[in-house]
């Protein structure tokens, strides 16, 4: 069955980095979009997308409280998906999941904590 595994969180003190990753498995992944989105506390149950990447890596897209600080990148040969999120601010505070499509139905990761505190 599909699998997605994330890793990587933590505390970190604002203007730091983290990079979290992804393992993927259950499904053709070189052939799969990739998303990773995030859910604050205390804000709308809805999640917000952070960063998408094509099956081929070669197209990306970012939500705009992100971009210029993250980057979202894969490596098909490890079935892993990665984000890197540098200048990291208290807002970022948040679960972070990897999501991914497959045979028209959704999957979502358990989720990872990233907090950003000093």
């Known amino acids: 069955q599909v699998q997605l595994v994330e890793s990587g969180g933590g505390l970190v003190q604002p203007g730091g980095s983290l990079r979290l990753s992804c393992v993927a498995s259950?499904?053709?992944?070189?052939?799969?979009?990739m998303s990773w989105y995030r859910q604050a506390p205390g804000k709308k149950p809805e999640r917000e997308l952070v960063?998408?990447?094509?099956?081929?890596?070669?197209?990306?897209n970012y939500g705009d409280s992100v971009k210029g600080r993250f980057t979202i990148s894969r490596d098909n040969a490890k079935n892993t998906v990665y984000l890197e999120m540098n200048s990291l601010k208290p807002e970022d505070t948040a679960v972070y999941y990897c999501?991914?499509?497959?045979?028209?139905?959704?999957?979502w990761g358990p989720g990872i904590q990233v907090t950003v505190s000093s």
């Open positions: 960063a998408v990447i094509t099956s081929d890596g070669g197209s990306t």
């Open positions: 999501y991914t499509v497959y045979s028209a139905r959704g999957y």
């Open positions: 259950g499904f053709p992944f070189a052939t799969s979009a």
